[in-house]
């Protein structure tokens, strides 16, 4: 009979099969507040059971994808996309001998900071604190609820995690932010591939919503390269009766989009670490190149679809209109407080009183709103 697996001994397990390159708990560079670690628990592993566990995670499965979060049952919201990332993400570094946990943890909390109504509300967000000069960029908003604004330990405010995490969800540019860990362009491998899974997630997802939407039609992407080179191995999977099953056709063909993307990224990443010399985790630090890439031939491919989902699905009247909505609730609830601050939440107070700043503030609470919740106060304030 096996005993009970210590942190101890997983570590040595890391350390026997992970990567030279990958970011392994042996070597994190700890965590802000000093504690003492968990007994049959890896750190990355912590830190990604405090992110599942958070309020603002919980916040997710009502806060907009692409459709609002109460427009359909089947429709993908930041909850249900996080969870895909993260699969994506644990698969890819399983196949590259990364760490799985740590690229679990950023997937799970890399959209903690995303404000209701989607990419529109962010650009709204933004708007308004612009006229404050000042900025809002949902990765960074994630780090500031993980780093200080959950607030369920005694000992310190957000969730303590290790550094790797705290710089990880900087993935589109961490040198414009205060980092732990000097990197040359970008960080681990880990949050590399958090970053494409994100891509492969959404590009596969918004596809499969488009069309069970009715908003993007089989004709229009069926050209796209992308879907017929899924198509092709599908209907030799399964021969060509396969057309005639709808739903079940389209779902096997994202599926082999997915698997596609996948298979590239992963042999293009493995080429580009053989192609650098990188060796161990000093020289991933040290990289003057992204790493963690997709061939050109798949780029292209990526490119072709991206643009047809902005101009036929993202920015289709039936999407964008209520995305338009979402956005001047934001701006108008941002005007109401940054008028009456002592309206805020008992909370936001708080934070005033301890010197933030009142647009931060009225950003912070604004951001954590779910779709419903923002709405639902936009009404109840009667602000036109």
Excluded at 5 to 27: C, G, I, N, V
Excluded at 37 to 43: G, Q, V
Excluded at 99 to 124: I, R, V
């Amino acid at each position: 009979m096996l005993g009970l697996k210590t942190a101890h001994q997983l570590q040595k397990e890391e350390s026997r099969t992970l990567a030279p390159y990958a970011m392994k708990s042996a070597l994190s560079a700890g965590r802000v507040h000093k504690e003492v670690e968990d007994p049959y628990r890896l750190p990355f592993q912590r830190d990604r059971d405090r992110v599942i566990h958070c309020k603002a995670f919980r916040r997710l499965q009502a806060k907009t994808q692409v459709f609002v979060s109460y427009f359909g049952d089947h429709f993908r919201d930041r909850l249900t996309h996080s969870i895909e990332v993260a699969q994506i993400a644990r698969d890819i570094s399983r196949t590259l001998g990364l760490n799985e946990d740590l690229a679990e943890c950023l997937s799970l909390a890399h959209d903690l900071g995303h404000p209701p109504f989607g990419h529109g509300g962010e650009f709204a967000l933004d708007e308004m604190m612009k006229k404050h000069k000042l900025h809002f960029e949902h990765n960074e908003q994630s780090r500031r609820i993980i780093e200080k604004l959950e607030k369920i330990y005694p000992a310190f405010d957000g969730l303590n995690p290790t550094k790797e995490v705290l710089d990880g969800l900087l993935k589109h540019n961490p040198h414009s932010y205060t980092t732990y860990i000097d990197f040359e362009i970008s960080p681990h491998l880990e949050s590399q591939v958090m970053d494409l899974s994100d891509e492969i997630a959404y590009l596969n997802h918004d596809v499969d919503d488009g069309l069970r939407s009715g908003i993007i039609k089989l004709k229009d992407i069926s050209d796209f390269a992308i879907w017929k080179n899924a198509e092709k191995e599908v209907v030799k999977k399964y021969g060509r009766q396969i057309a005639s099953h709808g739903g079940r056709y389209k779902s096997r063909i994202i599926s082999k989009m997915i698997s596609r993307m996948i298979h590239d990224l992963c042999d293009t990443t493995q080429a580009n670490l053989k192609k650098y010399r990188i060796t161990d985790l000093q020289k991933v630090r040290k990289a003057r190149v992204k790493l963690t890439q997709f061939s050109p031939a798949m780029q292209k491919q990526i490119a072709e679809l991206r643009v047809f989902l902005m101009k036929n699905f993202y920015l289709d009247p039936q999407v964008n209109s209520q995305i338009e909505k979402g956005k001047k609730i934001i701006k108008k609830l941002f005007l109401y407080y940054i008028e009456k601050p002592g309206k805020l939440p008992a909370p936001f107070q708080a934070a005033l009183k301890a010197s933030e700043a009142l647009p931060v503030v009225v950003k912070d609470y604004i951001a954590g709103m779910t779709d419903h919740y923002a709405e639902e106060t936009w009404h109840k304030l009667n602000i036109r």
